[in-house]
């Protein structure tokens, strides 16, 4: 190794150094969801592929001449205002997304343009280590469940679907989280992309064999999901979860993979011989102290950290507890007696106030108001297991129904075929929504601006065929939402 190269790693050692410090929070969580969540235990080997990767290109890579390129914190700016985003609207995965992106821009900064062509999609690669994809996980579980169904008329079983609830004559079956198949989709992304640029040289190729790699899981999934409810039907259905535990962990997939690659095989074009450098050659540029590069992504990532220290103060306390409001034509009654219990979840909330109403026609609402002071890391009013079903329950999304006036609407089906019919308001910032993406933003725009910190959920449900005939009835008398949500959090409207 020359001593420029020594030099310079030595200063992109230091720079990631400050980084992790700085950032160490979302190092660490990246790393929590590694080891902890089995969709994304795949991540734990990207870092020593990555550095398996480098090494292939290292016999290319040390005859360049290493320049420092200021033009490279640019590309830091946008992970540092990526990263601010997400901490000051509470999204984890983008604040997660910034800080390798922030990472990736040390190295186009420290190490110049030529290094970087020849380490190209070693750098891309490293986006695969964001903890992402479990938000496609509702519209796999809707592909799996009308997969399943189809494959099942086919075989001749009688069935009915209900949304990602499938009955046969001797079983009920729901196609759960972990049955969406968005653990092998994810996994079978990072792997084909790999083998991608591994083994071939052509573009072509390379987005054909990733897009078959994607299409084809999702199909096996969808065979999987209807082999497991078809041996049921043969069979009965603790005989079924066995089976499926089974082949879906240690057979199908793998025997996916290998008709994958086995497939594939005959179409690889990169020789064992070829270089590996993504490209060499280009525009000379002027190079910069390493040092001064170094010193600039210091700042540009302080810069965003003040912000976000800056940015979290400032959060006023709640009133003293405000009850729920008395509504003209309803009653309220205690809530019992339901074979199947409901409970909003709101991890972090400061209030969650609970009541439930009747009215003359003896139709039951039942009404929650979750309420933050502030939103931040952990308390957030939408995420991942907050509002109307929570991670634990035995409730589970049925289908969306038509929304309300800056609301949501969506049908929850219990054990039993049990239902409820569910209708959500925020009330964040200056808003009114039920739109999740807007929360965010307006979130976010509270935060940079100053303005009104609190967030709250309203959640009405209802049981029944007609549940919401008797929510929209109860809505039409309770009044406006932004003014009784401003009222339960102490704030003007």
């Not at 200021?70 to 509470?90: K, M, Q, R, S």
């Not at 039993?416 to 993406?437: A, H, K, S």
């Not at 309770?478 to 401003?486: Q, S, V």
Request: aromatic share 10%; charged share 15%; hydrophobic share 55%.
């Amino acid at each position: 190794m020359t001593i420029g190269w020594r030099r310079h790693l030595i200063a992109l050692a230091a720079v990631w150094a400050a980084i992790a410090i700085l950032f160490g929070r979302d190092l660490a969580h990246m790393v929590e969801i590694w080891w902890t969540s089995s969709t994304f235990a795949h991540c734990l080997l990207l870092p020593p592929i990555i550095g398996w990767l480098v090494w292939l290109r290292w016999p290319e890579l040390k005859d360049i001449e290493l320049r420092a390129w200021l033009p490279g914190l640019v590309i830091v700016a946008v992970g540092a205002l990526g990263w601010l985003l997400g901490d000051v609207a509470g999204v984890s995965m983008v604040r997660q997304f910034g800080l390798v992106v922030m990472l990736q821009g040390a190295v186009v900064a420290l190490l110049g343009p030529e290094v970087v062509r020849g380490i190209l999609f070693p750098l891309f690669y490293m986006l695969f280590m964001v903890p992402a994809g479990e938000e496609l996980v509702p519209l796999l579980q809707t592909i799996t469940a009308r997969m399943s169904m189809a494959l099942l008329k086919l075989a001749g079983v009688p069935a009915h679907i209900e949304g990602i609830f499938i009955t046969t004559p001797n079983g009920w079956f729901k196609v759960a989280e972990a049955c969406s198949g968005v653990k092998f989709l994810v996994a079978m992304l990072a792997y084909s992309v790999l083998v991608a640029n591994v083994c071939f040289r052509t573009w072509f190729r390379r987005i054909v064999f990733v897009i078959a790699s994607l299409v084809l899981s999702i199909l096996a999934n969808g065979v999987r999901a209807w082999g497991t409810i078809y041996v049921a039907h043969l069979t009965d259905v603790s005989f079924a979860q066995g089976f499926d535990h089974v082949i879906y962990g240690w057979v199908f997939f793998g025997l996916i993979i290998a008709v994958l690659m086995g497939v594939g095989w005959r179409y690889f074009d990169r020789s064992p011989t070829s270089l590996w450098l993504d490209g060499r050659g280009g525009v000379a540029v002027r190079g910069a102290p390493p040092k001064l590069a170094a010193c600039g992504v210091l700042l540009l990532v302080l810069l965003a950290w003040a912000w976000a220290v800056i940015a979290a103060g400032g959060a006023q306390p709640l009133p003293k507890n405000q009850g729920l409001p008395s509504v003209p034509g309803w009653t309220r009654i205690a809530a019992q007696g339901d074979l199947i219990p409901w409970r909003p979840n709101f991890t972090g909330a400061d209030r969650l106030l609970m009541a439930r109403y009747v009215d003359a026609r003896g139709r039951k609402v039942d009404f929650a108001v979750a309420i933050f002071s502030y939103q931040a890391e952990g308390r957030e009013l939408v995420g991942f297991g907050q509002g109307a079903i929570g991670p634990d329950s035995r409730w589970s999304w049925t289908n969306d129904m038509p929304a309300p006036a800056n609301g949501q609407a969506f049908r929850i089906t219990g054990p039993g075929d049990v239902q409820r019919d569910v209708v959500t308001f925020y009330r964040v910032g200056d808003i009114v929504t039920g739109n999740e993406m807007m929360v965010k933003l307006e979130t976010l725009k509270a935060k940079l601006t100053g303005g009104p910190r609190r967030g709250v959920a309203l959640i009405f449900t209802a049981p029944g065929e007609r549940g919401r005939a008797a929510v929209d009835s109860f809505l039409a008398r309770l009044g406006p939402i932004d003014r009784l949500a401003d009222r339960l959090a102490g704030q003007k409207g």
